[in-house]
Structures are given as structure tokens and as C-alpha cells.
């Protein structure tokens, strides 16, 4: 395999995990809006 | 080590981040219908020149289409109604104009208007959209915010070319 396979190959992760990161930050943001809708539904 | 073993090793490292990529991205789908818009977001959004009512952005209201109910201050589509927005009553295609019906894409980032945000007519609507959110307190707070925009006609589909109802 040669070394630009494998820079193709770790651009690709990197890319991924970068998705990950900021799908996983954008779900815990959502989470806390959710909850918070929650308690107003709820109180009302 | 094997290069036949190592880009099949590189090629799974990938394919599982691809799996968790996706089903992350479902999840922040499923995420986002549990959270209304509010009248001031949609309208910070309709008044962003990117987003274009009816090519990259719909907003459907579920109200009646014609109010029977003439002293109704909010109405029915005809009375009054977000610029740009399509009809469909209580989400059932027919009882929406032909025309309308024509027009909604079940893939557009869409928003539910409905009379005053009720959650179980969105619940309803939802199953039809991929990415959807409901207007939190629907038309009656819409028309508290901003009663100066606001349409009342019958549905005009938009024009070829024009960008739909962006304020």
C-alpha cells in the first residue's frame, strides 16, 4: 500500500471523527433544548 | 504487514465511524422535531437571504383552509397566513388546494404552523416530513409578534424562478 493510499485513508478518518465530534456536540445542545421544552410543556 | 490486510482494516475503521456518523445524524433529526421554533427564530429565518420559502424551505400550515367563523380574529389560510406558506388542513392532502398539494416537498427542512402550536396536530403532520419542527404557539402567537407580515389571499404557487414568500 502506498503512503498516499494511507494519507487518503487517515484524511478519511480524521474527517469522520471531526463529524462525530461536532454531531455529538450538537446532540447533547438539542438534548438540554429538549429538556428544557419538557419542563415548560410540563409546568404549563 | 500485508497491504491487502491493511487497507481492509483501514476500510472497517471507516466503515464503522460512517455507521456512527449516520446514526448520529438520525438522532439530531429525531432530536430537532422535539423542538419548536419560535415565531422570532422563524422569522430571523425567513428574513436570511440564503433561505428561500418553497426551494430550500417550507412552512405549512395546517389551519383550516376557509374560516367559517367570520368574528375568528385569527382565521383560516385565506384570512391570513405566513408569506410563503402552504396549505394543508389538518395535514390531509385532500382537503388542501391540488395546487398546493403539488408544491410540498416531504424533504425540505420544514415548519408546521398550526393555530395556537398544538403539539398533537404536529405529531400528526411530522410522519410526512424528514426534517421538521413545529411553530411553538402557531399562528395566534405569529400574529402577536408579527401581525404586519402576514398574506391573505388564496395559495399562489410560487412563480418559476422567484424565491417564494422571503420577507
Not at chain 2, 416530513?129 to 404586519?148: I, R
Request: glycine share 8%; aromatic share 6%; with cysteine.
Amino acid at each position: 500500500m502506498s503512503m498516499m493510499e494511507r494519507i487518503i485513508y487517515w484524511i478519511a478518518i480524521i474527517v469522520l471523527i471531526a463529524g462525530i465530534v461536532g454531531l455529538k456536540v450538537q446532540i447533547s445542545h438539542l438534548e438540554q433544548q429538549a429538556q428544557t421544552v419538557q419542563t415548560q410543556s410540563s409546568e404549563e | 504487514m500485508n497491504p491487502k490486510v491493511e487497507r481492509i482494516i483501514y476500510l472497517g475503521i471507516i466503515g464503522v465511524l460512517a455507521i456512527l456518523l449516520v446514526s448520529f445524524g438520525k438522532k439530531e433529526v429525531e432530536l430537532q422535531k422535539e423542538i419548536p421554533i419560535t415565531v422570532d427564530q422563524l422569522y430571523a429565518k425567513l428574513q436570511n437571504p440564503s433561505v428561500k420559502v418553497g426551494k430550500n424551505f417550507q412552512i405549512i400550515d395546517v389551519r383550516e383552509y376557509e374560516s367559517e367563523d367570520e368574528d375568528d380574529e385569527i382565521g383560516g389560510y385565506v384570512d391570513q397566513h405566513i408569506p410563503g406558506a402552504i396549505p394543508l388542513p389538518d395535514c390531509d392532502e385532500s382537503k388542501a388546494p391540488p395546487e398546493a398539494v403539488e408544491h410540498i416537498n416531504p424533504y425540505l427542512p420544514t415548519v408546521i404552523v398550526s393555530r395556537d402550536g398544538n403539539p398533537e396536530i404536529f405529531k400528526k403532520c411530522a410522519k410526512k416530513f424528514t426534517l421538521v419542527q413545529n411553530l411553538k404557539g402557531g399562528m395566534e402567537a405569529w400574529l402577536e409578534e408579527h401581525d404586519e407580515i402576514v398574506e391573505e389571499d388564496e395559495y399562489e404557487p410560487p412563480k418559476a424562478g422567484g424565491g417564494g414568500g422571503c420577507l
